[in-house]
């Protein structure tokens, strides 16, 4: 059930990001619905916040820290200003002064890349025992150095999509609050923006796996 919810969080984050081949109506219901499978992430996680105060605190468990806020606040931040820039579900409550801000449809679109990203380092960071889990529940117990080579080789290669889907997407030009409104990612279909938004998605979790080698970073 945990790592299902995992991947439905996950389905519903890059299809959100897709706004762009969306319908008004259905993008602004799925990101408000999406605060659900997120209370349900953090209720089973709850042990995590209770043991906050307990155990020593090292440099790793501090950025495992530092992530875990950044992500919280980009989430309810990209919520929130889709919220308060909806054209559909709360068009009639939010005066169009608000609505008509660019300033928030800056902070919307920049808070969103945010979320995507920090969404990335934060699986990274649980990367090793979700796919451990992923191999016993198919019965594979053990990886022959052939196997492993080959794993090596195909995440060296999602890892350079992932940064050619970033550069396509002008990922870093996002981050900086840049005013973008066309990039070399939205001349794709619908499908291959996904797959844009999925391959930084990926590639920011490989850089999440990279930081859980850091002695401590995950949770033991």
């Known amino acids: 059930m945990r790592y299902g919810l995992d991947i439905l969080m996950l389905v519903l984050l890059v299809g959100e990001m897709a706004f762009f081949y969306l319908p008004p109506l259905v993008h602004e219901a799925v990101g408000v619905a999406f605060l659900l499978p997120i209370a349900w992430h953090l209720a089973l996680n709850r042990r995590y916040v209770s043991s906050l105060g307990r155990g020593r605190w090292n440099g790793p468990r ?14 309810f931040m990209t919520i929130i200003s889709g919220c308060l820039t909806s054209s559909e579900l709360f068009a009639d409550v939010v005066p169009f002064s608000l609505r ?33 889990k992923w191999l016993h529940s198919a019965g594979i117990t053990s990886r022959p150095l052939p196997a492993r080579m080959l794993l090596l080789g195909f995440g060296m290669l ?28 939205l001349s794709y279909n619908g499908a291959g923006y996904v797959l844009t938004q999925a391959g930084i998605f990926l590639l920011f979790a490989e850089i999440g796996w990279l930081l859980s080698l850091w002695k401590g970073a995950r949770k033991k």
């Not at 969103?112 to 451990?132: C, D, E």
Request: hydrophobic residues 55%.
């Open 62 to 75: 501090s950025v495992r820290l530092i992530l875990n806020v950044l992500l919280m606040a980009a989430c």
């Open 100 to 132: 008509g801000n660019p300033s928030l449809y800056q902070l919307h679109s920049t808070a969103a890349r945010y979320f995507l990203v920090l969404a990335g380092l934060h699986l990274g960071l649980h990367l090793k025992a979700w796919w451990q």
């Open 158 to 185: 999602l890892g350079a999509a992932g940064i050619y889907a970033a550069h396509q997407d002008r990922l870093v030009e996002h981050l900086q609050g840049a005013h973008i409104f066309m990039t070399p990612a």
